[in-house]
């Protein structure tokens, strides 16, 4: 934390895996896009850093309602950065 409350935060996703859908290169490109700035977002917002709690290996998110055989990637990545910062926090 800096001087003025300020917290980096460093987050590693070593890997995504998402059943049911396929997606493109550019759809997985974009949906990477959609989750780390979502996430960013999110972890911004939080003022209260010590209610995380560490999380190591294997995170499994809520199961998603997705709507349609092609979700758009924006906004699929901004689902799944709910699941992951819901599980940490």
Same mark, same amino acid.
């Given at each position: 934390?800096?001087?003025?409350?300020?917290?980096?935060?460093?987050?590693?996703?070593?890997?995504?895996?998402?059943?049911?859908?396929?997606?493109?290169?550019?759809?997985?490109?974009?949906?990477?896009? *959609?989750?780390? *700035?979502?996430?960013?977002?999110?972890?911004?917002?939080? =003022?209260?850093?010590?209610?995380?709690?560490?999380?190591?290996?294997?995170?499994?998110?809520?199961?998603?309602?997705?709507?349609?055989? =092609?979700?758009?990637?924006?906004?699929?990545?901004?689902?799944? *950065?709910?699941?992951?910062?819901?599980?940490?926090?």
């Amino acid at each position: 934390m800096d001087s003025q409350g300020h917290v980096d935060w460093n987050i590693e996703i070593g890997q995504l895996v998402i059943e049911g859908i396929t997606l493109t290169n550019y759809q997985q490109a974009r949906l990477k896009e *959609a989750l780390v *700035a979502e996430l960013s977002r999110m972890f911004a917002d939080t =003022s209260r850093p010590e209610k995380l709690r560490p999380v190591r290996g294997k995170i499994t998110g809520e199961p998603m309602g997705i709507q349609g055989a =092609s979700p758009a990637p924006d906004q699929l990545g901004k689902q799944i *950065a709910t699941s992951v910062y819901n599980t940490i926090i």
